[in-house]
């Protein structure tokens, strides 16, 4: 069964740093793209950040690019977001999600795992 | 970029409506559009992806068509598991549509 658990959610001060993961589990995680997304509350879905099976490729969003880092570790399948200089709008509920590869969408998500970004 | 247009912004209808959701992008996306189904508090479901596949394991009164620019997810029979948020992605920059809450009326 494919699992996605996110963790290190919680809150941070304005201009202050957090770490999210991703455990990954139930597929080969070395064969996909991984994906964050995430949902400020009472609002929509919005796309942070790719990266590909290899980390060959990485792309982010607009509104997070210069201060947030995605990576993985294939060897403990995992992922990683990186955030530093938190605003006041990136509290949100952060998923992670994983790229279908026949299929073009989003497969599989884990539970989200909250950020609250407040002094 | 390529920016997506959603609408309605909320639906009300009733068990047994027919329901259909419109999508639309500012330039050609081919068939690379994916709706997603969100119910509160839950993470998004992949419903329909290359605009008109249905996903495993979802009920076939889901469909998708469209290519292009105009994209359009229909339940024929809508059905009380129903009522959530619908969401359109599209492939090419993974951008999503605003949403479409679907209510009860």
């Known amino acids: 069964e494919v699992q996605l658990v996110e963790s290190g959610g919680g809150l941070v001060k304005p201009g202050g740093s957090l770490r999210l993961s991703c455990a990954a589990s139930g597929f080969t995680f070395s064969s996909y793209s991984m994906n964050w997304v995430r949902q400020a509350p009472g609002k929509g879905l919005e796309w942070v950040s790719s990266i590909s099976s290899s980390s060959s490729y990485i792309y982010y969003a607009d509104s997070v690019k210069g201060r947030f880092t995605i990576s993985r570790d294939n060897a403990k399948n995992s992922l990683y977001l990186q955030m530093n200089s938190l605003r006041a709008e990136d509290t949100a509920v952060y998923y992670c999600a994983r790229d279908g590869t026949v299929v073009r969408g989003f497969d599989y998500w884990g539970q989200g795992t909250l950020v609250t970004v407040s002094s | 970029d390529i920016q997506m247009t959603q609408s309605p912004s909320t639906l009300s209808a009733s068990v047994g409506d027919r329901v259909t959701i419109t999508c639309r992008a500012s330039?050609?996306?081919?068939?690379?559009l994916a709706w997603y189904q969100q119910k509160p508090g839950k993470a998004p479901k992949l419903l329909i992806y290359?605009?008109?596949s249905l996903e495993s394991g979802v009920p076939s009164r889901f469909s998708g068509s469209g290519s292009g620019t105009e994209f359009t997810l229909t339940i024929s029979s809508l059905q009380p598991d129903d009522f959530a948020t619908y969401y359109c992605q599209q492939y090419n920059s993974y951008l999503f549509g605003q949403g479409t809450k679907v209510e009860i009326k």
């Open positions: 290359d605009a008109s």
């Open positions: 330039q050609s996306i081919s068939s690379w």
